[in-house]
């Protein structure tokens, strides 16, 4: 059976023919064009919307997209976002415990990341930050001198190395004694070649026990469009 239907509301009429279910195939080809154009403005929506939003959060950070987040490994970031020193081989630290100068010493971190003190022997330093390592040593002195209260002072730190290679005039290792950027790290190295590539600077470094590897646009952070990054122990920076 054929009808017409018109909706005074809509302006519009359909024309169909009933199924041997009773429903219009009419009907129905508005339902499934209804369904698809749904579905396409959804799409196009969140192309939109979502796509630039996530390629402008990329960009201006400077990080790849792969990078994870920083963690609680050897090379977290502090609530600033710059990298949390920890100890490592060739640093020098002391040691003191109140009220007890015969245990003040001054200690090497060797290349296993162990530091050997009185009293209480070896201990596992390296990859510590000064208060993991003081709050550790205060509850092992304890055992031997009740409510010790322990200080740990950096006095020398040689393990910040970092490495800066290809397009600049002085490549090489640079050991540095205080917590250094990207920028400062490339001015070491004497500045870029002539022909060197800027914006497409790599900086190799370590996340949660893994490899990353961070882009960097000199170009952007000159002129204030994105931020300089801050290097930690141990990572390359590779200008093409």
């Not at 009429?13 to 698809?36: E, F, K, T, Y």
């Not at 730190?157 to 990207?182: A, I, T």
């Amino acid at each position: 059976m054929c009808y017409a239907f018109h909706n005074n509301d809509t302006i519009e009429s359909i024309v169909g023919c009933a199924s041997p279910l009773g429903v219009s195939s009419g009907m129905h080809r508005r339902r499934d064009w209804n369904w698809l154009i749904s579905i396409g403005f959804a799409v196009v929506l969140s192309l939109f919307f979502i796509s630039p939003v996530t390629a402008v959060a990329w960009a201006s950070s400077g990080v790849s997209a792969q990078a994870p987040l920083d963690g609680d490994g050897a090379r977290a970031a502090d609530a600033s976002g710059r990298p949390v020193f920890r100890l490592g081989p060739e640093d020098v630290i002391e040691v003191g415990v109140w009220k007890h100068p015969d245990l003040e010493q001054e200690v090497l971190v060797r290349p296993d990341g162990v530091i050997g003190l009185k009293l209480i022997g070896e201990v596992a330093a390296g990859g510590l930050t000064l208060k993991q390592l003081q709050e550790y040593l205060t509850t092992r002195y304890r055992y031997y001198v009740p409510e010790a209260e322990v200080s740990v002072t950096l006095k020398e730190m040689n393990s910040f190395k970092v490495y800066v290679l290809g397009s600049v005039n002085s490549p090489g290792e640079f050991k540095v004694g205080s917590r250094l950027s990207l920028l400062q790290a490339l001015a070491l190295a004497g500045g870029f070649t002539p022909y060197a590539d800027e914006r497409h600077i790599k900086v190799y470094t370590e996340r949660e026990g893994r490899e990353v590897i961070l882009d960097f646009d000199f170009k952007l952070v000159t002129k204030g469009q994105a931020h300089d990054l801050f290097l930690s122990p141990g990572d390359r920076v590779i200008v093409p």
